[in-house]
């Protein structure tokens, strides 16, 4: 029992980590199409998941304005907070002309300067509620109003109060445009390009292409990694359990050789035990991974997205076997080299 759930925690480990990679993925993709922008323009050395340290000025809003087929332009500024959560600084009134703005499940717009909108997880996460009081960059803020999941951010300021905050007016760290036709996007971001070279401009439907776990190498190399732990720790339970198995079993083991079963017939025995392990192990990991889902989803809705990546049952599966059958392999090469006398007079 301790080896199946040993191998059911190292499935559910590689999982929940892929699920984790996935669904926060999918989350930023959702939200960057919730914007209702056709072309995105980020500063230079900015890249998929990271925004560059430079960020650019707001005078490029005119700019982009003049640029042939382009109707409208806006800027937010986002600014990191503590683990994976950020602040976006926001002009709602240009906000509401690029995507028709929030849809407010509770209170409304900002009022004062030290307001907050927050959207539905992550009031439900940090417990908030109209008028409550939150500390973010050493400071109160009011929220003053709670919105439907899915637009740009989870949390919101004022873009004007922020940049004044952080030390800098008048920029932004990535610019929205809207396009008089969506199928003028390419041509127009081409044109970009060629004006602007070195900054990070896709059309929204090519950057949200882009937020996969192939494209972002930093999520691709961590899934390795872990992996490889889980191989080695299914490798290592694996092995002391079917070495102890051997001790316990010496005397049966000598029965049986002295009854004439070959060296393979006693391997299998005991690789056909690892395999069975193993497939438990394999079923109560993914199992588990709807248990962890399902504290995420209650525990921390707006830090972490977790979800169910169907084709990763069956690799998980075949590494958590791969792992176990390696680990049986010590063990089943000691059992058969066990004198059959030694073996027999065993206690």
């Given at each position: 029992?301790?080896?199946?759930?040993?191998?059911?925690?190292?499935?559910?480990?590689?999982?929940?980590?892929?699920?984790?990679?996935?669904?926060?993925?999918?989350?930023?993709?959702?939200?960057?199409?919730?914007?209702?922008?056709?072309?995105?323009?980020?500063?230079?050395?900015?890249?998929?998941?990271?925004?560059?340290?430079?960020?650019?000025s707001q005078e490029f809003l005119p700019?982009?304005m003049k640029q042939p087929h382009v109707?409208?332009?806006?800027?937010?500024?986002?600014?990191?907070?503590?683990?994976?959560?950020?602040?976006?600084?926001?002009?709602?009134?240009?906000?509401?002309?690029?995507?028709?703005?929030?849809?407010?499940?509770?209170?409304?717009?900002?009022?004062?300067?030290?307001?907050?909108?927050?959207?539905?997880?992550y009031a439900r996460e940090k417990k908030?509620?109209?008028?409550?009081?939150?500390?973010?960059?050493?400071?109160?803020?009011?929220?003053?109003?709670?919105?439907?999941?899915?637009?740009?951010?989870?949390?919101?300021?004022?873009?004007?109060?922020?940049?004044?905050?952080?030390?800098?007016?008048?920029?932004?760290?990535?610019?929205?445009?809207?396009?008089?036709?969506?199928?003028?996007?390419?041509?127009?971001?081409?044109?970009?390009?060629?004006?602007?070279?070195?900054?990070?401009?896709?059309?929204?439907?090519?950057?949200?292409?882009?937020?996969?776990?192939?494209?972002?190498?930093?999520?691709?190399?961590?899934?390795?990694?872990?992996?490889?732990?889980?191989?080695?720790?299914?490798?290592?339970?694996?092995?002391?359990?079917?070495?102890?198995?051997?001790?316990?079993?010496?005397?049966?083991?000598?029965?049986?050789?002295?009854?004439?079963?070959?060296?393979?017939?006693?391997?299998?025995?005991?690789?056909?035990?690892?395999?069975?392990?193993?497939?438990?192990?394999?079923?109560?990991?993914?199992?588990?991974?709807?248990?962890?889902?399902?504290?995420?989803?209650?525990?921390?809705?707006?830090?972490?997205?977790?979800?169910?990546?169907?084709?990763?049952?069956?690799?998980?599966?075949?590494?958590?076997?791969?792992?176990?059958?390696?680990?049986?392999?010590?063990?089943?090469?000691?059992?058969?080299?066990?004198?059959?006398?030694?073996?027999?007079?065993?206690?």
């Amino acid at each position: 029992m301790l080896s199946v759930l040993a191998i059911g925690i190292e499935v559910t480990m590689i999982l929940t980590l892929v699920g984790i990679s996935y669904g926060t993925l999918d989350e930023a993709a959702r939200h960057a199409r919730g914007v209702g922008a056709d072309i995105l323009v980020r500063p230079p050395g900015a890249s998929v998941i990271s925004l560059s340290t430079s960020p650019m000025s707001q005078e490029f809003l005119p700019f982009f304005m003049k640029q042939p087929h382009v109707t409208f332009a806006t800027g937010t500024m986002i600014q990191p907070l503590s683990g994976l959560d950020t602040l976006t600084g926001v002009d709602l009134a240009d906000f509401d002309k690029l995507s028709g703005g929030f849809r407010f499940l509770k209170g409304g717009p900002f009022e004062h300067d030290d307001d907050l909108i927050v959207d539905e997880y992550y009031a439900r996460e940090k417990k908030l509620t109209v008028g409550s009081t939150i500390e973010l960059m050493n400071r109160p803020w009011r929220v003053s109003g709670i919105f439907e999941s899915g637009k740009l951010a989870r949390v919101c300021a004022q873009l004007t109060v922020l940049q004044t905050l952080t030390g800098s007016p008048r920029k932004l760290s990535q610019i929205y445009l809207k396009v008089d036709d969506p199928n003028r996007a390419q041509p127009v971001v081409e044109g970009l390009r060629a004006k602007l070279p070195g900054y990070f401009i896709h059309t929204m439907e090519e950057f949200t292409s882009y937020l996969t776990i192939n494209s972002v190498a930093l999520l691709r190399n961590f899934i390795g990694v872990v992996i490889g732990i889980a191989i080695v720790v299914g490798f290592i339970v694996v092995s002391m359990a079917m070495y102890t198995a051997v001790l316990e079993r010496t005397r049966e083991i000598g029965i049986l050789k002295a009854l004439g079963a070959s060296s393979s017939y006693i391997l299998d025995l005991l690789f056909r035990e690892t395999l069975v392990i193993a497939v438990i192990g394999t079923g109560l990991g993914i199992a588990m991974t709807y248990g962890t889902q399902w504290l995420m989803m209650h525990a921390v809705p707006a830090s972490l997205t977790q979800e169910t990546v169907y084709k990763w049952w069956p690799i998980a599966g075949a590494i958590s076997i791969t792992g176990a059958l390696l680990g049986a392999i010590f063990p089943g090469w000691k059992a058969v080299k066990q004198d059959v006398i030694q073996a027999l007079s065993y206690e």
